[in-house]
């Protein structure tokens, strides 16, 4: 190890509107301890290192670090414009720390990275369109999200030309949850009346009616095969999620039919679990109906859910939701500076 010092003049100078301040100086970034080397170097391995990683070979505390990725966050988006050109966005939120503490995110849907991100989700989404500003509202066409009210009611008050599309995903999750829930009721009665060898079997079949039918192994095809026989309202309850779940994987004119056809289905199934989703799907209908016309889906949103729930265990010990988000920008948003001495 080859220890260096670093000298050179900063003279502090009085302005009239801040008072004394430090003169800026062009190796190192305002009010940092460091050489913008070594904070661009600390961004880097945060983003493609283990915590340990860093702090062992920078030998500085993890609170710093959260402290550099913020300062270099802030000067990268001084030298960018992120919010320029949206016109497909999804926006979602994410759960970073116990006692319900989120993050709202909103993601670009034509350059996959994330472009937006703060504490808070109700009334914080409006934060976003403030930045967006009122002319780049108007640009914005296509919005994806999950069926949440106080995502399509902002959205509808800040981009009245923009388009909502229910994620897929999430509407087949409520067809799972209904699938569920019918299960729960048949076995709950198979219990009720002493059929305890059926009340195990039911228990076990949970798997085997949550899979899609490509990815069943042999046995778990065996016991479809057995809920066909033995409890047609299961069975039936069981076809209707993987209808549903064909619609989306249609889409544009013959998913409209099917999505049609399905409705009629549901209504008049006497499964009360699913005749409540066919009126929650009605009630979601044009933003499911867009999803289907667009082919747009949260699934980029939710890639990049992913990777920020990794860097909640990275961020441990950071002191503010702010310097998780600095580390997700750097890892998600495309603002991870290069190695310096190097171009890429």
């Avoid at 502090?12 to 913008?36: Q, S």
């Avoid at 609170?63 to 001084?78: H, N, Q, S, Y």
């Avoid at 002191?319 to 190695?339: D, N, T, W, Y």
Wanted: net charge positive.
């Amino acid at each position: 190890m080859v220890r260096a010092y670093l000298e050179a003049e900063a003279p502090r100078v009085c302005c009239p509107e801040h008072g004394v301040v430090v003169a800026a100086v062009p190796w190192a970034r305002h009010g940092a301890g460091h050489t913008r080397a070594f904070d661009d170097t600390a961004a880097w391995l945060a983003v493609h290192t283990s915590k340990q990683a860093v702090r062992q070979l920078l030998r500085v505390a993890w609170t710093t670090v959260g402290r550099i990725v913020t300062r270099v966050v802030a000067d990268a988006e001084l030298a960018t414009d992120r919010l320029a050109g949206l016109t497909r966005i999804g926006i979602d939120e994410i759960s970073y720390k116990k006692g319900h503490r989120y993050l709202t995110v909103v993601v670009d849907h034509d350059t996959g990275r994330l472009v937006w991100a703060a504490p808070g989700h109700d009334a914080t989404l409006g934060r976003f369109f403030d930045a967006l500003g009122l002319e780049r509202c108007q640009q914005v066409r296509l919005v994806s999200a999950d069926a949440a009210a106080w995502i399509a009611k902002v959205v509808a008050a800040r981009c009245p030309a923009a388009t909502v599309c229910a994620d897929p995903f999430h509407v087949v999750k409520w067809a799972s949850d209904a699938l569920d829930q019918v299960r729960r009721e048949v076995w709950n009665a198979a219990r009720k009346h002493g059929q305890a060898g059926l009340a195990r079997e039911l228990k076990g079949a949970r798997y085997a009616l949550w899979k899609n039918p490509e990815d069943l192994t042999g046995r778990q095809r065996r016991k479809l095969a057995w809920i066909a026989k033995v409890n047609d309202r299961l069975y039936r309850a069981y076809l209707l999620k993987e209808e549903l779940r064909l619609v989306f994987k249609l889409k544009g004119a013959r998913a409209t039919v099917l999505l049609e056809a399905w409705l009629a289905w549901a209504r008049r199934c006497r499964i009360p679990a699913f005749v409540r989703l066919a009126r929650a799907i009605t009630e979601h209908r044009a933003a499911i109906q867009a999803a289907l016309t667009h082919g747009l889906s949260n699934g980029l949103v939710e890639s990049a859910n992913t990777k920020i729930r990794l860097l909640t265990r990275v961020a441990f010990g950071f002191k503010s939701p702010e310097a998780l988000i600095a580390l997700a920008m750097l890892s998600v948003g495309g603002l991870c500076p290069p190695l310096p001495g190097r171009l890429s």
